[in-house]
């Protein structure tokens, strides 16, 4: 199976940064698309930004300009840089990776979550 570990998440103030990161690890044989979504509490999850394997990227308009998504095919890990802050960027923050991998039966692909990371941005 694979994993996805993130991590970096906390507690900032209105303008300030954060960074998160998303390690993925397994049996994997290819990532495809990767891609940090958000969910407030007591509301839906969304999409904040993706990446194709080959660097394309894309964000919902609340970000735009303030969040960039990078990635790094060798260690299998996503990114998510977070600038200025707001306290309606409050919500907890999940990766997720559309993942060709091996299994018993040979390649499947399957999407994976991480288990999500906090973040607080105080007014």
């Known amino acids: 199976q694979v994993q996805l570990v993130e991590s970096g998440g906390g507690l900032v103030q209105a303008g300030g940064s954060l960074r998160l990161s998303c390690a993925a690890s397994?049996?994997?044989?290819?990532?495809?698309?990767m891609g940090w979504y958000r969910q407030p509490a007591g509301n839906q999850r969304n999409l904040v930004a993706a990446?194709?394997?080959?660097?394309?990227?894309n964000y919902a308009d609340s970000v735009e300009g303030r969040f960039t998504i990078s990635r790094d095919n060798a260690k299998n890990t996503v990114y998510l840089e977070m600038n200025s802050l707001k306290p309606e960027d409050t919500a907890v923050y999940y990766c997720?990776?559309?993942?060709?991998?091996?299994?018993?039966?040979?390649?499947?692909?399957?999407?994976?979550w991480g288990q999500g990371a906090q973040v607080n941005v105080s007014a």
């Open positions: 997720n990776a559309d993942v060709l991998l091996m299994t018993t039966w040979g390649q499947r692909r399957r999407d994976f």
């Open positions: 397994g049996s994997i044989v290819r990532i495809n698309g």
């Open positions: 990446i194709t394997s080959s660097g394309s990227t």
